[in-house]
């Protein structure tokens, strides 16, 4: 059975940090792009960043740019999301995330986890 288990959310201070893990299990991922989205409460769920096999990394926009950092370890079948410098804004469930492809995909992806719930208090 595939599984996409979260931890490292929490309650943190504006300003503050966290980092997310996401472990896979069930089959490997290291051929896979992975990535993660976050659904706010009352707002659709959206992509936040995603990352290739060999690392190369996308993020959703400027809004995290520049403080969410997305890594992976493909001998551990794990990816990691750290996130500086966060905003009440940022405030959501954080959901882990893969392809069944290479690269990252404008489509829904085909893997998810149950999330991780991230609150930034101002």
């Known amino acids: 059975q595939v599984q996409l288990v979260e931890s490292g959310g929490g309650l943190v201070q504006a300003g503050g940090s966290l980092r997310l893990s996401c472990a896979a299990s069930?089959?490997?991922?290291?051929?896979?792009?992975m990535g993660w989205f976050r659904q706010a409460p009352g707002k659709e769920r959206e992509f936040v960043a995603g990352?290739?096999?060999?690392?190369?990394?996308?993020f959703k926009t400027d809004s995290v740019k520049g403080r969410f950092t997305i890594s992976r370890d493909n001998a551990k079948n794990t990816v990691y999301l750290q996130m500086n410098s966060l905003k009440p804004e940022d405030t959501a469930d954080y959901f882990c995330?893969?392809?069944?492809?290479?690269?990252?995909?404008?489509?829904?992806?085909?893997?998810w986890g149950q999330g991780t719930q991230v609150t930034v208090s101002s």
């Open positions: 069930g089959r490997s991922f290291s051929s896979n792009a």
């Open positions: 990352i290739t096999p060999t690392g190369i990394s996308t």
């Open positions: 995330v893969a392809w069944s492809t290479w690269t990252i995909q404008t489509r829904s992806p085909e893997y």
